[in-house]
């Protein structure tokens, strides 16, 4: 096994499990059902890329990335899933569900075209996906996402009639979150820029909190 999969493996079945764990506390609640979808695509994220690097076949491993993308487009808007259920903001479901019919669309591209993930690098730890010609544009969508899930819990922590412990509750969801935020700098690599994608510190950072 490349020892350069190791942590993503690792941190993609610990991530799954938080999910399965929190889910079976509360089946019901929606809150708890978006924080599934959020541990769910972190693992498939995570779970792909890691088997994408053991391939020695270019071909093989571009099939395990476009995999790997499934959660890696689905990351964000499960976050804003999460962040919205969380507050107990129902104006933006429409807006949600539509983000997620979006990211439906992308990762049929990813599946089908060259658009968005075109062919690969090789780099030392394995082969990663290049960016595709509308990539550049799929980025400036998950800044705009994630800015605003982040913004709509600084909102919510500095509303007057917000309680000591929910801010306590948001507090800590936003730092969770903000530290997870830096899994963006795997996107670095997609351009030919040969730095080590280590998302899965922020992610495992992001359990532990």
């Known amino acids: 096994m490349n020892l350069y999969s190791l942590p993503?493996?690792?941190v993609s079945l610990?991530?799954?499990?938080?999910g399965?764990?929190?889910?079976?506390?509360?089946?019901t609640s929606s809150t708890n059902k978006s924080f599934f979808l959020v541990c769910?695509?972190?693992y498939v994220w995570h779970f792909f890329a890691a088997i994408s690097y053991n391939f020695s076949s270019q071909g093989y491993a571009e099939l395990f990335m476009r995999i790997c993308y499934l959660g890696v487009i689905f990351v964000p808007i499960t976050l804003l899933h999460f962040v919205t259920n969380f507050l107990n903001i129902n104006k933006?479901?429409?807006?949600?569900?539509?983000?997620y019919a979006l990211g439906l669309i992308c990762f049929l591209s990813v599946l089908t075209n060259n658009y968005l993930i075109s062919g690969t690098y090789r780099y030392f730890w394995g082969y990663y996906p290049k960016?595709?010609?509308i990539h550049p544009y799929y980025l400036i969508s998950v800044v705009l996402i994630v800015v605003c899930s982040d913004i709509l819990l600084i909102l919510h922590y500095f509303k007057l009639q917000t309680t000591f412990i929910r801010k306590r509750q948001i507090k800590y969801v936003l730092i969770a979150k903000i530290i997870y935020n830096i899994c963006t700098i795997d996107f670095v690599p997609n351009y030919g820029v040969g730095i080590y994608a280590f998302g899965y510190i922020p992610t495992g950072i992001f359990l532990a909190i």
């Open 14 to 18: 610990l991530v799954l499990l938080l």
């Open 40 to 42: 769910f695509s972190t």
């Open 8 to 10: 993503s493996l690792v």
């Open 92 to 99: 933006y479901r429409s807006a949600v569900f539509l983000l």
């Open 131 to 133: 960016a595709g010609i």
């Open 20 to 27: 399965i764990v929190v889910l079976y506390k509360n089946k």
